[in-house]
């Protein structure tokens, strides 16, 4: 009997031992006890005003970012305001200018700076609410706020941090996890951006509310992952390169301030595809700082900061190459007095220790990556702007912020982009009409908006229609000089396959071959392509003129096919926006009775050469 006890003793003793090891540890055991703990440490804060002194491209950007600090000194105070129902630009002005005042004050001690953002903070404190309704509002406030209150800790009363604390609590916070959102596990830039602002308020207050923050905390651990996923497996991101920006900055923000609050970022840099994505976000950029379009997003040449911490953490400076070259652009600006963007104040951070001279890229000329929206891209060089760029996509509809543009390009040459993505209209535009933007179904209004809809597109259409939603086109082939996209998905019950091949050809030619079998005899088919070149056309030929460059297109296949040159305006509706200064170069073909049609068209940079 006493044996038993024993053994049953010691049981229990045991079981006691493996439970305490099961306990999970406080998720709030490593925070940093004093503020600044968000992005940057008082420590921080101190090599960066000594790095300024002998690194004159840093002074610059300080400079830079204290002049637009300055500016801001009359301003008035942000109002609550909406647009429809987002209060989102107000959150945006908002951190602006708390990040630019807070971080002017913290290199010059001005008390102007300290006042002015002190201003913003209180006035945004006393906001009704935050516009919960449309949570990414919430989010970016909850940051701008949870910012400006750290950086600003040591010189605000203990009555403006109680206020600032009050707000980030039950403005933010709390509508933050009293009930389920959707967007907790959404697999989309909610995910990181109502997660990532959240958390920044959540490590800002966490020693005078450490139970909120915990529970807060816990929930972004487990479900920020869901907003990692799209990346893999190659660092594309399926919402295109606009809104790569938009997520993975709020990831950034995130993954940094939990490692100068807490000493590590739960290993979210790690999940597949999210580093590599900076590497996937320069290949999709043209030669001329342009970037392939694709999904709710446009064309226009965009600085990324956050591409600076990519190239920080792989130590890859060439991640920079082009953005180094729009900073340098920015700067000279700055120093000529010249109205420009405002730089990010964490540019600042982010730049430490990454050389002054930026190599060009070591990738490669011809790339691919697979992911919800796969895209593949041929370049002739990384260093010339006149360099040829194609690049192409296959993809769903289906995915968020995406549009029917399954098999769609965009073609630079020559410093010149020929065939262009028109990139999205302004939700308010749309939403205004009662258009439901982001009702995702085939007969959705979503379609009608002509942005977005393949008729659009530089691919094909059958039959006039729409392309099919829930259609998935794949990369099948991709070789150094060629690729095969299968679209036959995106035209079930129009046709038995649908295949596209692009083939880069010499002297920078490029062929797009398209393979349609099994299609009902009449069956029209459109082939098109986008453009803000003055075309003109001559049966099978066309020749595509713009800033005092040419392009060449021919149709070689079918024999009896030639050019139309089409309208690029969307329905008078008064809901969709016009496309000034763009044209369609389009073949209107039909199916022959063998149910098998063959369209195969040539362009070629600076025109054909001429006949031997």
């Known amino acids: 009997m006493k044996f038993k006890l024993v053994l049953t003793l010691l049981w229990l003793a045991g079981a006691a031992l493996r439970a305490a090891d099961t306990v999970a540890p406080d998720i709030l055991a490593g925070l940093r006890p004093e503020h600044p703990r968000l992005i940057i440490t008082s420590t921080m804060w101190s090599e960066l005003r000594a790095r300024r002194t002998n690194d004159t491209e840093l002074s610059a950007?300080?400079?830079?970012?204290?002049?637009?600090?300055?500016?801001?000194?009359?301003?008035?105070?942000?109002?609550?305001?909406?647009?429809?129902?987002?209060?989102?630009?107000?959150?945006?002005?908002?951190?602006?200018?708390?990040?630019?005042?807070?971080?002017?004050?913290?290199?010059?001690?001005?008390?102007?700076?300290?006042?002015?953002?002190?201003?913003?903070?209180?006035?945004?404190?006393?906001?009704?609410?935050?516009?919960?309704?449309?949570?990414?509002?919430?989010?970016?406030?909850?940051?701008?706020?949870?910012?400006?209150?750290?950086?600003?800790?040591?010189?605000?009363?203990?009555?403006?941090?109680?206020?600032?604390?009050?707000?980030?609590?039950?403005?933010?916070?709390?509508?933050?996890f009293s009930s389920h959102h959707w967007w907790q596990t959404a697999t989309m830039n909610w995910n990181q951006v109502c997660l990532g602002g959240l958390t920044l308020g959540a490590l800002a207050i966490a020693d005078e509310n450490p139970e909120v923050a915990r529970k807060f905390l816990k929930l972004a651990r487990q479900d920020n992952p869901n907003g990692l996923k799209p990346y893999a497996p190659d660092g594309i991101y399926p919402e295109g390169p606009g809104y790569w920006n938009y997520g993975t900055t709020f990831e950034v923000l995130m993954i940094s301030a939990?490692?100068?609050?807490?000493?590590?970022?739960?290993?979210?840099?790690?999940?597949?595809?999210?580093?590599?994505?900076?590497?996937?976000?320069?290949?999709?950029?043209?030669?001329?700082?342009?970037?392939?379009?694709?999904?709710?997003?446009?064309?226009?040449?965009?600085?990324?900061?956050?591409?600076?911490?990519?190239?920080?953490?792989?130590?890859?400076?060439?991640?920079?190459?082009?953005?180094?070259?729009?900073?340098?652009?920015?700067?000279?600006?700055?120093?000529?007095?010249?109205?420009n963007d405002s730089l990010s104040p964490l540019l600042a951070l982010w730049i430490d220790g990454l050389p002054k001279t930026i190599p060009a890229p070591a990738l490669p000329l011809a790339w691919h990556g697979d992911g919800p929206n796969p895209v593949g891209i041929f370049r002739s060089s990384w260093t010339d702007t006149n360099a040829l760029f194609l690049a192409f996509k296959g993809g769903s509809a289906s995915v968020t912020h995406a549009h029917m543009d399954a098999g769609s390009f965009v073609l630079d040459a020559d410093g010149v982009r020929w065939a262009c993505d028109l990139g999205s209209q302004d939700y308010y535009s749309i939403e205004s009409h009662g258009w439901s933007l982001f009702s995702m179904f085939q007969d959705s209004s979503r379609w009608r908006v002509y942005r977005l809809n393949n008729f659009s597109h530089n691919t094909l259409t059958l039959g006039g229609k729409l392309h099919k939603m829930s259609g998935d086109a794949r990369i099948s082939e991709f070789g150094t000089n060629s690729a095969t996209v299968n679209l036959s998905q995106i035209f079930t019950g129009q046709a038995g396959s649908v295949i596209r091949q692009f083939h880069i050809g010499d002297n920078r030619s490029v062929v797009i071959r398209d393979d349609i079998t099994k299609a009902k005899t009449g069956l029209s088919v459109r082939w098109q392509m986008v453009t803000?070149?003055?075309?003109?056309?001559?049966?099978?030929?066309?020749?595509?003129?713009?800033?005092?460059?040419?392009?060449?297109?021919?149709?070689?296949?079918?024999?009896?096919?030639?050019?139309?040159?089409?309208?690029?305006?969307?329905?008078?509706?008064?809901?969709?926006?016009?496309?000034?200064?763009?044209?369609?170069?389009?073949?209107?073909?039909?199916?022959?009775?063998?149910?098998?049609?063959?369209?195969?068209?040539?362009?070629?940079?600076?025109?054909?050469?001429?006949?031997?």
């Open 258 to 339: 939990l490692q100068t609050a807490l000493g590590t970022d739960w290993k979210l840099s790690a999940n597949h595809g999210f580093l590599a994505s900076a590497k996937a976000l320069v290949e999709q950029t043209g030669p001329t700082g342009r970037p392939f379009n694709f999904s709710d997003g446009h064309d226009d040449v965009a600085f990324e900061p956050t591409l600076f911490w990519f190239a920080q953490q792989l130590q890859d400076p060439a991640l920079i190459y082009f953005q180094n070259q729009l900073l340098q652009r920015k700067l000279s600006g700055a120093r000529t007095g010249k109205k």
């Open 532 to 612: 803000h070149a003055r075309i003109s056309t001559n049966q099978n030929e066309a020749t595509l003129r713009q800033d005092g460059k040419t392009l060449t297109a021919k149709i070689l296949a079918p024999a009896d096919a030639y050019f139309e040159i089409a309208s690029a305006q969307p329905p008078d509706d008064g809901v969709n926006q016009p496309n000034p200064n763009t044209q369609i170069l389009a073949v209107n073909a039909s199916v022959p009775a063998s149910g098998n049609l063959t369209l195969e068209i040539q362009l070629q940079p600076g025109g054909f050469p001429p006949s031997p």
């Open 61 to 176: 950007i300080c400079a830079a970012l204290e002049a637009d600090a300055r500016q801001l000194l009359n301003a008035s105070p942000v109002v609550y305001e909406k647009t429809g129902h987002r209060l989102l630009a107000v959150s945006r002005e908002a951190q602006r200018r708390i990040e630019l005042c807070s971080f002017a004050y913290q290199l010059t001690g001005e008390k102007v700076f300290l006042d002015r953002a002190e201003q913003e903070l209180l006035t945004v404190a006393a906001f009704k609410d935050w516009n919960p309704s449309h949570f990414l509002d919430t989010a970016e406030m909850t940051a701008a706020v949870a910012i400006g209150y750290d950086w600003l800790f040591e010189w605000l009363s203990p009555t403006t941090r109680a206020t600032l604390r009050q707000a980030i609590l039950e403005k933010g916070l709390k509508p933050g």
